[in-house]
């Protein structure tokens, strides 16, 4: 068993952690201690975590992104999960899986947007 | 006078003075519509009533003492050793559907009951065959499963109005089939056209029950969770009132009571505005 690396990459004021297609439980953890050191490291605005390879969402991991979100939500972080498939769509929701209302958004880009402007149309003028 | 008995072990007659009860059992035999004939365990045809002359075309002069696989498709040639070799461990061939070939060469379709015949000691010595033509049934059939696929085809659009809108039209009631195809449809019209938001309009739902409310919560979570938004659009009066009555919660559902309404939500989440030519908004 080889155990998938997470690397967790800040671009400016924010984390960047991609998840592979197919986590395994000790890859999820990994995922959320990874996360939290970098929180701790670089004091960041938000987290995005890119799940658009991912074809499968567990209870495990499912469970695991609402509770990091909260985690880096203490330490004072917003975090939007971005690129969700239809399939893996479909299937979380029949699961109940829903991520406890973490923001979610299409792209990466989009997540972006979410993050640098949480209320754009205020913004905007 | 009349008294029972028992013909071959399991047709129960009732025997009359001066009545032979052999050719009474031929002769409803030989008045059935359906194609009765006997058969050797080595698959030669032994007996053949008016009903297959009817249906296969052949008389029993030309048929009598031929293999059975004689009426049998070039294309199925293991299925006559197969239920002969069935028979021969005694047991019965029923409902079986497949193809025969008449003697015009039509090929038709049939559904076969083949069962074992015993003599006196109980041992095998051939089988009865009862076919039925099910060849209208069967067009019939395929007919109604090509205009069902139809209507899920034709039912379910997906349409974009604007750039980041996408609207899914649902139409009469949804069944699991039809919303588990609905929200697949959906779904990956966002991804394609890359929209923030989905517009799911009710207006062609004449009535909304628990399951097609569920359905309908289950495709906006799907939604969410991709990351983009559902607005549930044209909830009519009756709509409204259901949804209430049956309690279900959709408090943190968008939702406006026509697709005109939920267009202006979807522009004010891409923050559009339309205004008229003089600038007025």
């Known amino acids: 068993m080889t155990n998938q690396n997470i690397s967790v990459v800040k671009v400016r004021d924010t984390l960047m952690v991609t998840m592979p297609a197919d986590p395994d439980d000790m890859t999820v953890t990994t995922f959320q201690e990874e996360v939290l050191r970098a929180m701790e490291k670089y004091r960041p605005k938000g987290l995005v975590l890119d799940i658009s390879v991912v074809e499968t969402l567990d209870s495990f991991f499912a469970r695991t992104i609402t509770e990091t979100s909260r985690m880096v939500a203490l330490m004072g972080g917003q975090t939007v999960i971005a690129g969700m498939r239809p399939s893996v769509a479909i299937t979380a929701t029949q699961l109940g899986l829903t991520l406890g209302g973490t923001l979610t958004a299409l792209t990466v880009d989009r997540a972006l947007d979410l993050l640098t402007h949480p209320h754009p149309r205020r913004q905007r003028r | 006078m009349a008294k029972r008995s028992r013909l071959n072990g399991a047709t129960a007659v009732i025997e009359m003075k ?36 009817r249906m296969y075309g052949y008389s029993a002069a030309e048929i009598l003492g031929r293999p059975v696989s004689f009426l049998v498709p070039p294309t199925k040639p293991d299925e006559v050793p197969q239920i002969l070799e069935r028979l021969k461990r005694g047991e019965r061939v029923e409902h079986f559907e497949t193809a025969r070939v008449r003697k015009d ?78 929200m697949e449809r959906l779904l990956d019209k966002i991804v394609e056209t890359n929209s923030s938001v989905a517009l799911l309009d009710v207006t062609g739902v004449p009535t909304v029950d628990t399951r097609t409310a569920q359905h309908l919560i289950e495709t906006i979570t799907s939604v969410r969770l991709m990351g983009a938004q559902a607005v549930l659009t044209g909830v009519r009066p009756a709509i409204a009132q259901t949804l209430a009555h049956l309690g279900i919660n959709l408090a943190d559902v968008v939702t406006r009571s026509s697709l005109a309404a939920g267009l202006r939500v979807a522009l004010d989440v891409l923050h559009l505005k339309i205004s008229s030519q003089d600038g007025e908004a």
């Open chain 2, 105 to 182: 060469g039509e090929v038709i379709d049939v559904s076969l009951n083949v069962s074992p015949i015993r003599d006196a000691s109980g041992k095998i010595i051939g089988a009865s065959t009862t076919a039925r033509d099910i060849t209208e049934q069967k067009k019939m059939r395929e007919a109604l499963t090509q205009r069902a696929k139809e209507i899920l085809d034709v039912s379910t659009p997906v349409l974009q109005v604007w750039e980041g809108v996408v609207v899914a039209p649902f139409i009469g009631t949804l069944d699991t089939q039809r919303a588990q195809q609905f």
């Open chain 2, 18 to 53: 001066g009545f032979d009860n052999q050719a009474f059992l031929a002769a409803i035999v030989e008045s059935s519509d359906d194609a009765i004939y006997g058969k050797t365990l080595e698959g030669n045809i032994l007996s053949w009533n008016h009903g297959a002359e």
